[in-house]
């Protein structure tokens, strides 16, 4: 029987950290699988929907700027000290962003469309790059339905499966039980890894640390190799390699 292994990810496409973890994770899981040999279709990953401000306006009526001074209590000089900081180690894993060009903005209709691209059979993981992309580096407004649909269409469901999506009652409704399972396991910010349904890794860490973690979790999904009692209180005669007794 195949060896599956599962991955859980909390993350927000409002959150910058969780942008720069999706690339480190991909990393780490390339390193794991080329290493141990291990198909990557065998380690299934899961996103799952957190909100780090549900109460922001579906778009806020200012810059990045502007929004985290007001909501973080930060100052001005701060926040640009913070995000400059931000963008540095985006830009150390090959991610652009453009905190000037960001539109603050509610993030819960792009979850409404990554659980319907999952729903279809789409591209989750190109999905959550695209949503990261666009409100991070070309100034889009992620909770745009137009928006939505297009990047919906380019991960492959229809327009018409991402309108329909966008308004179900059902996907709402699996995305607020994403909320409700991160209260409950105790999930105070994202990116958050459930690996295995055992070992929690928390932000967005390096690349090695989540190969070690893959490598952890795997190996103790592997069979167990019994263990041989020996009877005897003293070895027979035998014969090896080197011929025999």
């Given at each position: ?109 792009a979850h409404y469309l990554l659980k319907t691209i999952a729903r279809h059979g789409g591209d989750v ?121």
């Amino acid at each position: 029987m195949t060896t599956t292994l599962r991955v859980d990810i909390w993350s927000d496409i409002a959150c910058p950290w969780c942008y720069i973890g999706q690339a480190r994770f991909a990393k780490g899981l390339d390193a794991f699988a080329t290493a141990n040999g291990v198909d990557r279709a065998d380690v299934h990953v899961t996103w799952h929907s957190y909100q780090l401000d549900p109460t922001l306006p579906a778009r806020f009526d200012g810059s990045e700027v502007d929004y985290l001074v007001q909501t973080k209590g930060m100052t001005r000089q701060q926040v640009e000290q913070m995000t400059g900081q931000v963008a540095a180690a985006a830009a150390g894993e090959g991610l652009p962003i453009d905190f000037d060009a960001v539109v603050p903005a509610n993030s819960l209709r792009a979850h409404y469309l990554l659980k319907t691209i999952a729903r279809h059979g789409g591209d989750v993981d190109k999905a959550e790059h695209a949503l990261f992309a666009a409100h991070f580096a070309q100034g889009q407004v992620i909770s745009d339905d137009e928006v939505l649909v297009r990047i919906g269409t380019e991960c492959g469901i229809s327009a018409e499966q991402a309108r329909a999506g966008l308004d179900d009652d059902t996907i709402h409704a699996e995305v607020q039980g994403d909320f409700a399972t991160a209260r409950s396991i105790g999930v105070s910010g994202v990116p958050f890894f459930v690996l295995g349904e055992k070992y929690a890794v928390s932000g967005a860490q390096p690349p090695e640390l989540f190969t070690q973690a893959l490598e952890r979790t795997w190996s103790e999904l592997q069979p167990a190799k019994p263990q041989l009692i020996n009877l005897d209180s003293a070895p027979g005669e035998a014969c090896g390699p080197e011929g025999c007794d």
